[in-house]
Nanobody, 122 residues
């Protein structure tokens, strides 16, 4: 299983970025997949948005209405469209995947990408 993230960068407050994750080497349809982030002051990675095997989408309250997660089965990719970015969104963003339904516990996610940095300036 390999997850490769692209699309991070620097943007001013109110701007937009689109992240993409390519999932390689596993039965994509059978796995939950999602985005997490680790902020500079955060103790651990936090869930941003996930898509379960049945298509259920869950967003963190902090990103609802601003971020949109999309899963594409034809090319095994997962995108995160981020609009109205705020300085507090500055973080390393990670794509993660797990066989079956999306786990509630962070430690239960087995597969992680290398991360892509998002920096939002005020």
């Amino acid at each position: 299983v390999q997850l490769v993230e692209t699309g991070g960068g620097s943007v001013q407050s109110g701007g937009s970025l689109r992240l993409s994750c390519e999932a390689i080497g596993y039965p994509y349809k059978s796995y939950c997949i999602g985005w997490f982030r680790h902020t500079p002051g955060g103790k651990e990675r936090e869930r941003v948005a996930t898509i379960d095997t049945d298509g259920e989408i869950v967003y963190a309250d902090s990103v609802k209405g601003r971020f949109t997660i999309s899963r594409y089965y034809n090319n095994h990719t997962l995108d995160l469209q981020m609009n109205d970015l705020k300085p507090e969104d500055t973080a390393m963003f990670y794509c993660a995947s797990q066989r079956g339904n999306c786990p509630l516990k962070l430690a239960s996610w087995d597969y992680w990408g290398q991360g892509t940095q998002v920096t939002v300036s005020s």
